[in-house]
T-cell receptor
Framework: AQSVTQLGSHVSVSEGALVLLRCNYSSSVPPYLFWYVQYPNQGLQLLLKYTSAATLVKGINGFEAEFKKSETSFHLTKPSAHMSDAAEYFCAVSEGSNYKLTFGKGTLLTVNP | IAGITQAPTSQILAAGRRMTLRCTQDMRHNAMYWYRQDLGLGLRLIHYSNTAGTTGKGEVPDGYSVSRANTDDFPLTLASAVPSQTSVYFC????????????FGPGTRLTVL
């Protein structure tokens, strides 16, 4: 079965600093990977997804993620944090033909002025 | 606006009572899902349905039941609520295909006393 590990339940950065949120996965088949963002008191919305077309994936709000098969990683980055990026971020892996997603436990991003 | 609606937005319920959380999508997606979100535990899958007329158990199905009579609706029922079912519940839907993301509703905040 697939699994996802998000390193760091809480990441704090200064406004303008690099954002790096880590995600490692395990999968017995080529994975499809997703990053979601959840703002307070809202549902999850898709930031970006990896579907094997390109290893560097660009998403909304200036975020991008790079798929590294050798490291089984799909880390999320943004060059310069903005206050509005403060939210919880979830990495997920597609679990094959039954259409299920397996989510990591989430990383709460705090952006300090 | 296309998307997923959930009702109620929030509910306080006495233990032992029966409760049905409603979920409707208008995107004609094949698959639908129910998750619960608890602090520190991320999103855990309760039940899912790959297509109308079929359902399956997720990671934490005990105490919950679902039905999928048609494509659009996927209600979640708590037959006899217990305090440990206090949580935020999210409904999601997805079109068939390994690479397709899930779309999430706004959530229902349930408190069982």
């Amino acid at each position: 079965a697939q699994s996802v590990t998000q390193l760091g339940s809480h990441v704090s950065v200064s406004e303008g600093a690099l954002v790096l949120l880590r995600c490692n996965y395990s999968s017995s088949v080529p994975p499809y990977l997703f990053w979601y963002v959840q703002y307070p008191n809202q549902g999850l919305q898709l930031l970006l997804k990896y579907t094997s077309a390109a290893t560097l994936v660009k998403g909304i709000n200036g975020f991008e993620a790079e798929f590294k098969k050798s490291e089984t990683s799909f880390h999320l980055t943004k060059p310069s944090a903005h206050m509005s990026d403060a939210a919880e971020y979830f990495c997920a892996v597609s679990e094959g033909s039954n259409y299920k997603l397996t989510f990591g436990k989430g990383t709460l991003l705090t952006v300090n002025p | 606006i296309a998307g997923i609606t959930q009702a109620p937005t929030s509910q306080i319920l006495a233990a032992g009572r029966r409760m049905t959380l409603r979920c409707t999508q208008d995107m004609r997606h094949n698959a639908m899902y129910w998750y619960r979100q608890d602090l520190g535990l991320g999103l855990r899958l309760i039940h899912y349905s790959n297509t109308a007329g079929t359902t399956g158990k997720g990671e934490v199905p005990d105490g919950y039941s679902v039905s999928r009579a048609n494509t659009d609706d996927f209600p979640l029922t708590l037959a006899s609520a217990v305090p440990s079912q206090t949580s935020v519940y999210f409904c999601a839907s997805r079109q068939a295909g390994w690479y397709n993301e899930q779309f999430f509703g706004p959530g229902t905040r349930l408190t069982v006393l």
